[in-house]
């Protein structure tokens, strides 16, 4: 049975940094492009960043390009999100994806991210 599960999140201050981890099962993980989305509160799930199957290629929302970092480890099946320089608008539920799950509608439980004062 395919599973992501989400860790890292909490607490935040503004310009404070969080990495978020992804454990992902089920599935080959090496074959997948991976996603990392985040739900705010009272809004639409939004897609935050992307990495190839093999980690050559990234690729960002324009919202955290330049403050976040995406990666994955191969070997452990672990996608990540490092965030820095963090603003109270990245407070959300963030969620890992790989294509056909996220095409499905199929998803973790999130990690809740809150950045405040």
């Known amino acids: 049975q395919v599973q992501f599960v989400e860790s890292g999140g909490g607490l935040v201050q503004p310009g404070g940094s969080l990495r978020l981890s992804c454990a992902a099962s089920g599935f080959i993980f090496s074959n997948y492009e991976m996603f990392w989305y985040r739900q705010a509160p009272g809004k639409e799930r939004e897609w935050v960043a992307t990495?190839?199957?093999?980690?050559?290629?990234?690729n960002y929302a324009d919202s955290v390009k330049g403050r976040f970092t995406i990666s994955r480890d191969n070997v452990k099946n672990m996608v990540y999100l490092q965030m820095n320089s963090l603003k109270p608008e990245d407070t959300a539920v963030y969620y890992c994806n790989a294509r056909p799950w996220r095409d499905m509608n199929y998803w973790g439980k999130g990690t809740l991210v809150t950045v405040s004062s």
């Open positions: 990495i190839t199957s093999g980690g050559g290629r990234t």
